[in-house]
């Protein structure tokens, strides 16, 4: 743009100061009209000047107005990008906080529970807890043999579980049910003797001495039913032992 008005500039002066066959005489003229020529000239160049000025400033504002433009695009390419991240943004921060949500409520159902076994409160896994009750549930539907089964893995798996004396109890009764009465004896006998302070101790005993009479084996029958009334004299099993023994005489 400068090298636009310097060039300008040149030609008009060159054109102001091209001499015509009348401006051949400019020496004749007098003082005042050299002057006024002069001032003509400068004020030529002056209004050349302030149209060359003006045409600046025209592109000037064109330029501006272009940088403009781009600006404006360039800031709505951004504002654009802002929100498709603002947008990224909030998802993840949605699927995070649903993946801690998730992570957490399995969390919780692998964490022990308190449950109550045979009146007195435990911790217990969840995951015993569900194969004592699909056990449990097998024996209940008549399916002794699988529930047989799934006691037996139970106690070999969690042999410390609060469940354990239950598992072991209810395997007794699968034998009995299925009418194997030794084994019967055999895994009630294991209740006795691992767990005694638990309440299925004394109905173990009673369960075995079921086992004998079955076997006609009266004396062992009689002998399992006083031991209960001696050990566990309070317990609801013992009421039924007097009463047998009382049959017994």
Same mark, same amino acid.
């Given at each position: 743009?400068?090298?636009?008005? !310097?060039?300008?500039?040149?030609?008009?002066? *060159?054109?102001?100061?091209?001499?015509?066959? *009348?401006?051949?005489?400019?020496?004749?003229?007098?003082?005042?009209?050299?002057? !006024? $020529?002069?001032?003509? @000239?400068?004020?030529?160049?002056?209004? *050349?000047?302030?149209?060359?000025?003006?045409?600046?400033?025209?592109?000037?504002?064109?330029?501006?107005?272009?940088?403009?433009?781009?600006? +404006?695009?360039?800031?709505?390419?951004?504002?654009?990008? @802002?929100?498709?991240?603002?947008?990224?943004?909030?998802?993840?921060?949605?699927?995070?906080?649903?993946?801690?949500?998730?992570?957490?409520?399995? @969390?919780?159902?692998?964490?022990?529970?308190?449950?109550?076994?045979?009146?007195?409160?435990?911790?217990?896994?969840?995951?015993?807890?569900?194969?004592?009750?699909? $056990?449990? $549930?097998?024996?209940?539907?008549?399916? %002794? +043999?699988?529930?047989?089964?799934?006691? %037996?893995?139970?106690?070999?798996?969690?042999?410390?579980?609060?469940?354990?004396?239950?598992?072991?109890?209810?395997?007794?009764?699968?034998?009995?049910?299925?009418?194997?009465?030794?084994?019967?004896?055999?895994?009630?006998?294991?209740? =006795? +003797?691992?767990?005694?302070?638990?309440?299925?101790?004394?109905?173990?005993?009673?369960?075995?001495?079921?086992?004998?009479?079955?076997?006609?084996?009266?004396?062992?029958? +009689?002998?399992?039913?006083?031991?209960?009334?001696?050990?566990?004299?309070?317990?609801?099993?013992?009421?039924?032992?007097?009463?047998?023994? =009382?049959?017994?005489?």
């Amino acid at each position: 743009m400068k090298n636009l008005i !310097r060039s300008t500039l040149a030609a008009a002066a *060159m054109a102001a100061f091209t001499l015509t066959p *009348m401006q051949a005489t400019a020496a004749l003229f007098e003082d005042e009209e050299a002057r !006024r $020529a002069i001032l003509d @000239i400068r004020s030529r160049l002056a209004n *050349m000047q302030s149209e060359i000025n003006a045409k600046a400033d025209k592109t000037n504002s064109l330029d501006l107005n272009n940088q403009n433009e781009q600006l +404006k695009q360039e800031i709505s390419r951004l504002r654009g990008q @802002i929100e498709i991240l603002t947008n990224e943004l909030a998802n993840a921060q949605k699927r995070q906080k649903d993946f801690y949500v998730d992570l957490d409520n399995r @969390i919780r159902k692998l964490e022990p529970q308190q449950v109550t076994v045979d009146g007195k409160e435990a911790m217990v896994e969840q995951g015993e807890q569900r194969a004592y009750d699909a $056990a449990l $549930a097998a024996f209940k539907s008549g399916d %002794y +043999k699988s529930a047989g089964a799934s006691f %037996y893995e139970f106690t070999r798996r969690y042999p410390q579980s609060a469940l354990a004396p239950s598992a072991q109890y209810w395997l007794g009764n699968t034998y009995y049910a299925q009418r194997d009465y030794r084994n019967a004896i055999s895994a009630q006998q294991v209740v =006795v +003797k691992n767990y005694p302070d638990s309440p299925k101790a004394a109905d173990a005993l009673l369960n075995i001495a079921s086992c004998h009479m079955e076997l006609k084996d009266r004396a062992a029958a +009689k002998k399992s039913l006083e031991t209960l009334v001696a050990q566990y004299p309070d317990s609801p099993s013992a009421q039924t032992a007097r009463e047998r023994l =009382v049959a017994l005489k």
